[in-house]
C-alpha cells in the first residue's frame, strides 16, 4: 500500500511540474507601464517565474531559479518599447515575424526573427520589438534571474513621442538592417546574439537524438542557463540522467513523454507542443518520443556550463 502512495505522491509532485498551454489564460495587464497605451498592447503567459511582470504571485506560475519563461503574443502593429535589464534576455519566435531593435546612442540595428529564431539580449543593451507582419506574433521569452528587477525604459510613450518610440529611439535615417558580414562592432555584437534555426548545424548524439545549441559553447554566450534544441526521432528516448541545477523541457513540435523515476517507480506526463515541464535539481529524469511523428523540444538548463550529461539510449 505504501508503495502505491509512494507512487501517487510521486506522480502528483510531477504533474505540478507541468504547464499545460491549453490551461494558460492571456494576461493582457501584465505589464503595468504599458496601460493607457495601445500601441505597446501584448499578452504574456507565464509558465516560470513572472520575467519582466510584477506579477510574481500568479498561482498557475511555477517557481523560478536561474531563469524565467514565458510567452508573449504581440498583435500586428504593436511593439514593446526600448527597455534594459540587468540580466539577459532571451527571445525565441514561435509564431510569425518579430522585428527587434538594439539601440547604439541614438542608432539602432533592427534584425528580424522567424519561427525558431532567437536573439539573447545582452545585459544592459536597449532594446526594442515590434511586429510588422501579417498577423500575430508569438515569442517565448527568457530572463535569466528568478526574480529580475523591473526593466528600464528608455524610449516610453509617457515620456517621448510615439514615432520615436516605435523606432526605437532612431530618428529618421538613423535604423539600419542588421549585417552578418559587417565589420561595424555594433552589428557584429548583436550578430552573436542571434540564432537562425535555417543556419544551424545539429550534432547526432549516439542515444539517438539530434542537438542544436542556442545558448551556450559556439552560439549565443551564456550568462545563467543554456539552453538547446533536442530534435527526437519517433521512437527515440533515453535512460534516466539527474542534474544539480533545474531543467525546462518546452516541446516546440511533436509528443514528448517525460518520466521521473525514484526509489524503483516510475511516473509519466504526455506534452504536447507547448506544454513545458520544470524538471527540480536532483530528480531523475528522462524523455522519449512515443508519438507518431518526429519531436522538437527546447531544453534548458540553469547553469552557463558545458552539458556534463552522458546520455545513453533507453
Known amino acids: 500500500m505504501s508503495a502505491v502512495l509512494d507512487t501517487e505522491a510521486l506522480a502528483t509532485r510531477m504533474k505540478r511540474n507541468v504547464g499545460r498551454y491549453a490551461d494558460k489564460v492571456p494576461d493582457w495587464d501584465a505589464f503595468p507601464p504599458s496601460r493607457g497605451y495601445p500601441e505597446l498592447d501584448r499578452a504574456q503567459i507565464r509558465y516560470i517565474g513572472a520575467g519582466a511582470s510584477p506579477k510574481i504571485d500568479d498561482p498557475g506560475t511555477l517557481p523560478a531559479d536561474h531563469f524565467t519563461l514565458s510567452m508573449v503574443q504581440q498583435p ?50 536597449p532594446h526594442g520589438f515590434r511586429n510588422d507582419g501579417f498577423g500575430p506574433v508569438l515569442v517565448s521569452i527568457m530572463v535569466g534571474k528568478g526574480l ?31 549585417s552578418f558580414d559587417s565589420s561595424d562592432p555594433r552589428h557584429r555584437e548583436m550578430a ?22 542556442y ?14 534544441l533536442i530534435t527526437l526521432p519517433r521512437g527515440a528516448g533515453v535512460k534516466a540522467y539527474a542534474r544539480d541545477v533545474e531543467e525546462a523541457y518546452l516541446v516546440l ?34 524523455f522519449r518520443n512515443t508519438g507518431f ?16 550529461v552522458a546520455f545513453q539510449a533507453a
Not at 192 to 213: C, D, N, T
Not at 218 to 227: D, E, L, N
Request: glycine share 12%; aromatic share 8%.
Open 76 to 125: 500586428v502593429g504593436k511593439y514593446g518599447a526600448s527597455h534594459a535589464h540587468e540580466v539577459t534576455e532571451a527571445f525565441l519566435v514561435i509564431e510569425g515575424v518579430l522585428t527587434i531593435g538594439w539601440e547604439y546612442d541614438g542608432e539602432v540595428i533592427l534584425a528580424r526573427c522567424g519561427p525558431k529564431d532567437m536573439c539573447l539580449h545582452a545585459t544592459d543593451r
Open 148 to 178: 529580475p528587477k523591473p526593466p528600464h525604459y528608455l524610449f516610453h510613450p509617457k515620456s517621448h513621442e510615439s514615432q520615436l518610440c516605435r523606432d526605437f529611439g532612431a530618428q529618421p535615417g538613423h535604423s539600419h538592417a542588421l
Open 192 to 213: 552573436r546574439h542571434i540564432v537562425r534555426y535555417s543556419q544551424l548545424k545539429p550534432e547526432w548524439h549516439p542515444a539517438g537524438f539530434g542537438r542544436a545549441i
Open 215 to 228: 545558448i551556450g559553447e559556439g552560439a549565443a554566450p551564456p550568462g545563467t542557463f543554456r539552453k538547446d
Open 253 to 286: 513540435e511533436g509528443c514528448v513523454t517525460a518520466s521521473w523515476q525514484e526509489g524503483g517507480r516510475t511516473v509519466e506526463q504526455q506534452l504536447g507542443p507547448r506544454d513545458l515541464i520544470l524538471n527540480p535539481p536532483g530528480q531523475p529524469r528522462a
Open 293 to 308: 511523428t518526429d519531436a522538437q523540444f527546447m531544453m534548458v538548463v540553469g547553469t552557463p556550463a558545458r552539458e556534463n
